[in-house]
């Protein structure tokens, strides 16, 4: 007889249908960076950007709605993910005409139920202290756009490196200035939020 | 060892990648005196890139939602039919309930 371990989700995705959209956001929201996490090593060797591993999972994450219906919480959502997430990247593959890697495989079954943080360890490596807490993330937020006005040009650094993923040598090239110069300026942006955030 | 500011870009190029056991390599080549400032730091790359993340999230969860909506919004829905004033549902409700139950009214 089949038996449900993840109540937590089969929770969360029974209140979405029946409704409830904040279950829904919460039950998305909890998998989204884990399953991007999933696919960038799925995509690993097939030459696929960012932008199409973040494809990959809006697609898995939209398709995975019609089968909702059909989660009985015997595996965690994640688990649940991963299982289109693999079919939705074998297809980008064959529409992107590039021959599936070798070392592409289902997840084993042992790794049914597997912790998120297995996924993200930095998360679990961190002293207690320095792990800034979901709910800090705003602030930190807030003090990076105070630097907007304050000081821009640690604002564009962040920007540009950071949220924009834009290398070092190409702002570089564009700006004229050493890479050094500009890692030494990332390093006096970053403290500058810190300052903010002391006050 | 590594400078300070050179372990900041690698764990920023870490992060960027997805790749998860980043940070635990580049601490080991960093000086103790530099530790400290690189783990408040690495959290406040980590919390940005979150942050941007999210807003990508939901721009997804738009599209989730809406799917959803298609797919289980549009379906009659049993509960409190009777208030929700559809004629046609209770209508055919009441034609299956006598017709199943049709001796006990006699």
């Known amino acids: 007889m089949s038996k449900m371990v993840h109540f937590e989700d089969w929770k969360l995705v029974h209140s979405y249908l029946t409704g409830d959209t904040e279950s829904g956001r919460k039950l998305y929201e909890n998998t989204y960076e884990a399953l991007l996490c999933f696919v960038r090593k799925q995509c690993k060797g097939a030459a696929f950007s960012a932008v199409d591993c973040e494809e990959i999972v809006c697609e898995t994450m939209v398709r995975s709605v019609e089968r909702l219906d059909s989660f009985n919480g015997e595996s965690s959502f994640y688990t649940f993910l991963c299982g289109i997430a693999k079919n939705v990247t074998k297809e980008f593959l064959k529409k992107k005409s590039r021959e599936i890697p070798a070392d592409f495989e289902a997840p084993a079954e042992e790794d049914t139920g597997v912790d998120l943080t297995a996924y993200l360890p930095e998360y679990g490596i961190l002293p207690e202290d320095y792990v800034i807490r979901k709910e800090d993330i705003e602030r930190v937020f807030g003090a990076f756009k105070q630097l907007q006005s304050e000081r821009p040009e640690y604002y564009d650094i962040i920007q540009l490196r950071l949220l924009n993923g834009v290398s070092y040598a190409t702002i570089a090239q564009i700006s004229g200035e050493s890479i050094e110069a500009l890692e030494s300026r990332y390093r006096r942006a970053l403290s500058a939020i810190k300052k903010i955030l002391k006050k | ?106």
């Open chain 2, 1 to 106: 060892m590594l400078t300070i500011e050179r372990a900041l870009s690698r764990y920023t190029d870490e992060v960027l990648a997805g790749n998860s056991n980043g940070i635990d390599g580049i601490i080991k080549q960093l000086p103790v005196e530099d530790r400290k400032e690189f783990l408040e730091s690495a959290a406040l790359i980590r919390s940005l890139h979150y942050q941007k993340q999210m807003s990508k999230f939901k721009l997804v969860f738009e599209k989730i939602n809406q799917r959803k909506e298609e797919l289980y919004d549009s379906m009659p829905r049993a509960v409190d039919f009777r208030g929700n004033g559809d004629d046609e549902a209770i209508s055919q409700i009441e034609d299956i309930f006598h017709e199943e139950f049709k001796n006990e009214d006699q």
